[in-house]
């Protein structure tokens, strides 16, 4: 079946030209029938930086910018998302103190925010460590996350969230201290109990479900690209493939994928999805 004429779009995908596959990976979302990509900003390591300062981010997001126009180049449409993954705590306090971790990691989310105020980019990504932590640790990351949450209502746009695996409940009480909504606090790598808008991944089994329920979702690969761990998390091609798979087995509609693939995205983000 060959997927009706509707956006496909993959809510949280890395390319990586130096370290992956980079264009030829965007290139099979598209063939395989991707529209739109909002493109997340790869952590700092992973590109051979290490900040001491906030400033020191310029060069990651600068990066990202450099790969969303080779892939703007293949037909997608291509939405930055800037931010400081929530691993680099651990990373920065090896150098220098907790606080200064955290002061150099909210230094680097207030340049990304710039780069939403200037239009150059659509969201921000923070959160808090997914695996166990000391609990000064989880508070300093929640500190660095209730700093993106109030940037993000500053220049009203989303929030990225990558956190563990679960609900993340007491986000929702940051969210709207911070003054965001909560249907802006986007939970990356989603469980279907979260009062947070949810991005699943494109295989997850409970998606046709919650489709039909009206849930209001968007579908990710969290592609990797990294030639060290090929396929991860799942491939370039999979929410494009996943979607096509739930409306020929009549699991989703075609109103489902509407919603899922344009209406969802374009609210969260306040970005105008449309077929290019």
């Known amino acids: 079946m060959k997927l009706p004429a509707i956006p496909i779009t993959d809510d949280h995908i890395h390319i990586d030209p130096v370290n992956g596959r980079g264009v030829e990976a965007a290139k099979d979302f598209r063939r395989s029938g991707g529209t739109h ?8 390591w992973s590109l051979g930086v290490e900040p001491s300062t906030g400033e020191d981010y310029r060069e990651v997001f600068d990066r990202t910018f450099q790969v969303a126009d080779m892939v703007g180049e293949t037909g997608l449409v291509v939405y930055p998302v800037l931010g400081v993954h929530p691993a ?5 306090t090896a150098r220098m103190s907790l606080d200064e971790a955290a002061g150099v990691m909210m230094a680097g989310l207030d340049i990304a925010a710039r780069y939403v105020a200037d239009g150059r980019a659509v969201a921000l990504k923070s959160g808090r460590p997914h695996y166990e932590v000391p609990p000064e640790v989880l508070a300093a990351s929640n500190t660095v ?15 990225q969230l990558h956190a563990e695996s679960g609900p993340c409940t007491d986000v929702v ?8 909504s909560i249907e802006q606090v986007v939970k990356h790598f989603a469980t279907p109990d979260t009062p947070l808008m949810p991005s699943f991944i494109a295989r997850h089994e409970d998606i046709p479900t919650l489709a039909r329920s009206g849930r209001w979702f968007t579908m990710e690969s969290d592609y990797m690209d990294e030639n060290s761990r090929p396929g991860a998390v799942i491939g370039p ?4 493939r996943f979607t096509r798979r739930y409306l020929e087995e009549g699991l989703i509609t075609e109103d489902d994928a509407w919603r899922i693939h344009q209406e ?6 306040g970005v105008d999805i449309t077929l290019p």
């Open 88 to 92: 680099e705590i651990n990373r920065l």
């Open 145 to 159: 996350l209730f700093h993106a949450l109030e940037l993000g209502a500053d220049c009203s746009c989303a929030v």
């Open 173 to 180: 009480d940051m969210a709207r201290q911070a003054g965001i």
């Open 37 to 44: 990509i909002f493109l997340v900003t790869k952590p700092s």
């Open 264 to 269: 969802t995205p374009s609210r969260t983000y």
């Open 237 to 240: 091609k999979s929410v494009p």
